[in-house]
DNA sequence: TTCGCTTATTCGAAAAAATCGAATAAGCGA
DNA sequence: TCGCTTATTCGATTTTTTCGAATAAGCGAA
């Protein structure tokens, strides 16, 4: 298997980050990691094809959006907090705390049948 | 000529906003149109043909991103700054600062030859 | 009104990117 | 080695972007 790419922490373009995170699907897995840490792919809880799910998250990670390695059969995924919070201070926790404040449906994929918000 | 479609305040999503400002025309479009207030089509200084111009500041319109009225035959582009501070408090000054602070080759194109940044 | 000029959108074809099923790769344990 | 699991890559289709040419629309002068 090919060496996954990641751009060094000063070669992160904000425009990439932006189009990174401008998409429900990746911004929904950009939430997911900034809650529980780091997940392998098949937790990340978003309802799209393996291959197409693999696509987003190549384009998080050549923006520098995300870090990716290997443990055994797994691919574990976190968020580059630090690297991004240097590079952009402030941006990422930002964009994560609008998107709490206004989610998109997408965002909304695992609620409780229960819980209803009329 | 077809009249220009703007959502609604409350109709304007994240990841749209995002999307509009992850491409290095618009993000220098926003930033150019931050700094100048208002502006028509012919001045805002990106180096794109008429058209794809046209198609950048539909994909920022329709984001919710930016506002658009007829003035003769000018067409005058301004921010959407209170709509989106109300619909994502404090995002789009976040983006505008990280994007003055870290700028791109694209957002330099007028800068003075006098003025050494060292 | 009609012509010429300016500003900007729309059309249409070509190039680039996204999507997703099928094939491949790679680690693990029996 | 085989079978299972996890994830990437390939390839074809769909969608989006790009940009020259055509169109639209306002303005001022003849």
Redo the contacts between chains.
Sequence with gaps: MRRLHHPNPEDI????????????VR?AIAQRLAQKGALPCCELGVAVPKSTLSHHLRIMREAGLLHCHKEGTQHINSLRRADLNA?????LD??L???M??S?PVERVESQPGEAEH
Tied chains: 1, 2.
């Design positions: 373009l904000l425009t990439d980050v932006l189009y990174a995170l401008g998409d429900p911004l590079r952009f201070p402030g941006l930002q964009i705390d609008v998107a404040m206004a998109q």
